[in-house]
């Protein structure tokens, strides 16, 4: 049974230039939510996907916007690349359908670097 | 909003000795789940024991247990007999039983295991 997958694992970026990263939840589930993990700290929530479209947005700028495909995998695109947006981005998985009292399952992480 | 507050950055424990993690969270809610999580070196965020917030009985999962106390709001983690392969960053998180809530995270606690 696989897990999150996310991609690229590691990115460099320039300032100004947009990224685009990538999700595949774990098998049954249909919620992605993103987190953005800074270094020593713990995840901010972005947004979460859930039927294609954004449910839930935490406090981030309108430079973070996001997609879901049918087929429930995710993308998180951010523009106009800040140094302070070097960070890992999560991806975490779960099942909306029914009130859900187990945690997300959280994939590796991309690592990106704006340089 | 919901916060979730790990006052201990940093954490130290002798190997097969005993550990508490502490975390207080902040909610106006009545049903809710609360949950720890272990990020080793390789970022994957590691599901360790979860509560729900209508249970009385707190939690236990092999060497790992906590403290609930909803009065108090306050979330602690044991760890029991020590492994050098508990040596992590520990996050605790908070997640409302509304169907499609995201889950709030700590700054989380870094413990390190002496041999």
């Known amino acids: 049974d696989a897990g999150v997958t996310q991609s690229p694992t590691h990115l460099i970026k320039t300032r100004g230039q947009q990224v685009t990263l990538r999700c595949s939840p774990k098998s049954g589930h249909d919620t992605v939510s993103w987190y953005q993990q800074a270094l020593g700290q713990g995840p901010q929530f972005i947004f979460q996907y859930y039927e294609e479209e954004e449910r839930q947005r935490g406090n981030f700028p309108d430079r973070f916007s996001g997609h879901q495909f049918p087929n429930y995998s995710s993308e998180l695109n951010v523009n106009a690349l800040l140094l302070g947006d070097s960070a890992l981005y999560l991806c975490?998985?779960?099942?909306?359908?029914?009130?859900?009292?187990?945690?997300?399952?959280f994939g590796s992480g991309t690592r990106l670097t704006v340089v | 909003a919901q916060t979730v507050t790990q006052s201990q950055p940093e954490m130290s424990v002798q190997e097969a000795e005993t550990v508490t993690l502490s975390c207080t969270y902040d909610?106006?809610?009545?049903?809710?789940?609360l949950f720890w999580y272990k990020q080793p070196p390789s970022r994957q965020m590691i599901l360790v024991i979860r509560?729900?917030?209508?249970?009385?009985q707190n939690a236990t999962e092999n060497r790992f247990s906590v403290n609930f106390q909803k009065a108090a709001k306050s979330f602690s983690l044991k760890i029991s007999d020590s492994q050098l392969g508990d040596a992590a960053m520990y996050f605790c998180a908070y997640r409302s039983a509304r169907a499609g809530n995201d889950m709030r995270f700590g700054a989380g606690t870094r413990l390190t295991v002496k041999p």
């Open positions: 975490a998985s779960s099942y909306l359908g029914t009130a859900n009292p187990h945690g997300y399952t």
């Open positions: 909610t106006s809610e009545s049903d809710y789940y």
């Open positions: 509560q729900e917030a209508y249970k009385q």
